[in-house]
């Protein structure tokens, strides 16, 4: 994502994060996905690698993951091409977490200490 200024970068992340209410430890995996998911624009838009980056962060902290099935149901049930799109990048991309709680602490303790008014 090297070449998108803050400024373009920063709506699409709050976005994402109201979108899925996404708690601090969730958004400290996430930058670790977004650091480790390889974006392709030829592919898929910015704001939507974000959001699935986001959507795999949250499934990996959630005691019950098939929760957040329903609400992608209905994120998804205007735009069939969106959630097929979603289930090849999953596919691609899902074998790539495997973060320790160690390095997830870490990254929490980067962004706190980051001045960010990232945290709503």
């Not at 704001?47 to 980056?53: A, D, E, K, T, V």
């Not at 979603?86 to 977490?97: D, L, P």
Request: proline share 3%; hydrophobic share 45%; aromatic share 14%.
């Amino acid at each position: 994502m090297s070449g998108y200024k803050e400024e373009v970068l920063f709506p699409y992340l709050i976005r994402a994060c109201k979108c899925l209410h996404l708690t601090e430890i969730e958004i400290a995996l996430w930058s670790l996905c977004i650091e480790s998911f390889k974006w392709d624009p030829k592919y898929l838009q910015l704001q939507n690698h974000l959001l699935f980056s986001a959507i795999i962060a949250k499934e990996q902290l959630l005691i019950n993951p098939s929760l957040i099935d329903l609400y992608l149901t209905n994120l998804f049930n205007s735009d069939s091409t969106l959630a097929k799109k979603y289930k090849n990048w999953t596919m691609m991309n899902s074998m790539k977490v495997s973060f320790t709680p160690i390095q997830i602490n870490e990254q929490y303790s980067v962004l706190r200490n980051a001045s960010l008014s990232f945290y709503l």
